[in-house]
């Protein structure tokens, strides 16, 4: 059983479309998060939810919405994708302890 | 400044080596740090965690961590090409758990 998936692995679209890329964890943790890794490698915060409620939304343009049906799924839909948006979105699972990373969804747009 | 800074690299070391990578941070109130592992076209995993001023040794790993000077580093003795990867330093500011990473170190161990 893989602790935290992620679906699609490879998303390519084109400019304007809205994509969702959904993630599950079978850890049993409160806390869910969607990170954004761009070209450079550079892992960077977009959201965190604590058993549904969001309790962290970095400055990320409001295109990018995520959503908890329970603490076990954070998914994140994308509307109107811009050229800008394509990099590497992982979702992870976790506590101040450390977090266990999904595989990643590479999303390109073209 | 940033939030956490490492040297991009790439840090090559030959095989058997001592491989030493390094991070700073700029938030005195950090409570916990990490360091992931990412092979390329992977995902981060989870090496070591250190919470403590000193070392922590893990097998061929040790973190040691200075909060006077907000430095964590990574030693990894007898270096193998399979460590050659980007190492990740990570910060818990302990708010609401967030993690804030570095841009990390790409290290290749040379055969």
């Known amino acids: 059983d893989t602790a935290v998936s992620q679906t699609p692995k490879y998303l390519v679209t084109q400019m304007g479309n809205d994509k969702s890329i959904k993630c599950e964890q079978n850890l049993g943790h409160d806390t869910m998060y969607w990170y954004k890794q761009d070209s450079k490698k550079f892992l960077k915060i977009m959201f965190s939810?604590?058993?549904?409620?969001?309790?962290i939304n970095e400055t990320v343009p409001n295109r990018f919405s995520p959503k908890s049906p329970d603490k076990a799924h954070l998914n994140l839909h994308i509307n109107s994708l811009e050229l800008g948006d394509s990099a590497v979105y992982f979702c992870a699972a976790g506590t101040g302890s450390g977090y266990t990373f999904g595989s990643g969804t590479r999303l390109t747009v073209v | 400044q940033k939030e956490v800074e490492q040297n991009s690299g790439p840090l090559s070391v030959p095989e058997g080596a001592i491989a030493s990578l390094n991070c700073t941070y700029s938030?005195?109130?950090?409570?916990?740090f990490f360091w992931y592992r990412q092979y390329s076209g992977k995902s981060p995993e989870l090496i070591m965690s250190i919470y403590s001023n000193g070392d922590k040794e893990d097998g061929r790993f040790t973190a040691q961590l200075n909060k006077a000077s907000q430095y964590v580093s990574l030693l990894i003795r007898d270096s193998q090409p399979s460590d050659s990867a980007t190492y990740l330093c990570?910060?818990?500011?302990?708010?609401?758990?967030?993690?804030?990473f570095g841009g990390g170190t790409r290290l290749m161990v040379k055969p």
């Open positions: 938030d005195r109130g950090s409570q916990s």
């Open positions: 990570a910060v818990n500011k302990n708010a609401g758990n967030m993690l804030t």
């Open positions: 939810y604590n058993n549904k409620e969001l309790i």
